[in-house]
Antibody, heavy 116, light 111 residues
């Protein structure tokens, strides 16, 4: 059974760093792209970017390029999304999803709250 | 402002058919396939339709997708109360070095 299990909710202050995770199981991790999707409070879905675990080839949405970093640890079957300096506008739920020309399996989401 | 355009809301009574449109351009829907996602409030999105008109295993055949030119649509026939959710269309966009784009979402209400 394919599963993507994300790390728990985070509360951070502006300027702090953060790394959230997405652990995959039930399939060969290195053969599917993994994507990240943002959903701000009460809003729609936004594509952040994707990574191919086999070689860490990464693509970012122009809106998120330079704002976040996507990475993987193949030994842990885990993908990450990280910020070096959070802003209040980063407050959102972040979903990871397996990408096979569509996002066919999704994580449960990680709520990130940035507030002073 | 979403790249793909959907109506913000749609509604119907139980048993009716509801259709949701998704309008794009030649750089996204016009040259790539369309996927649809269902998001029940408080839950993660779920893949409903992929490659324009294919249903993943487990999705009822009440849900159907179609595409023509730079537009796509999702039809929900035999509307049920559990279909009350947000629905998003999505496609690959060939502009800006390539990216996934979503519609703004359509909230379906079962009256």
């Amino acid at each position: 059974e394919v599963q993507l299990v994300q790390s728990g909710a985070e509360v951070k202050k502006p300027g702090e760093s953060l790394k959230i995770s997405c652990k995959a199981s039930g399939y060969t991790f290195t053969t599917y792209w993994i994507g990240w999707v943002r959903q701000m409070p009460g809003k729609g879905l936004e594509w952040v970017g994707i990574i191919y675990p086999a070689d860490s080839d990464t693509r970012y949405s122009p809106s998120f390029q330079g704002q976040v970093t996507i990475s993987v640890d193949k030994s842990l079957n885990t993908a990450y999304l990280q910020w070096s300096s959070l802003k209040a506008s980063d407050t959102a739920i972040y979903y990871c999803a397996r990408d096979y020309d569509s996002f066919d399996f999704w994580g449960q989401g990680t709520l990130v709250t940035v507030s002073s | 402002q979403s790249v793909l355009t959907q109506p913000p809301s749609a509604s119907g009574t139980p048993g009716q058919t509801v259709t949701i449109s998704c309008s794009g351009t030649s750089s996204n829907i016009g040259s790539n396939t369309v996927n649809w996602y269902q998001q029940v409030p408080g839950a993660a999105p779920k893949l409903l339709i992929f490659s324009n008109d294919w249903r993943p295993s487990g999705v009822p055949d009440r849900f159907s997708g179609s595409k023509s030119g730079t537009s796509a649509s999702l039809a929900i026939s035999g509307l049920q109360s559990e279909d009350e959710a947000d629905y998003y269309c999505s496609s690959w966009d060939d502009s800006q070095n390539g990216r996934v784009v979503f519609g703004g979402g359509t909230r379906v209400t079962v009256l």
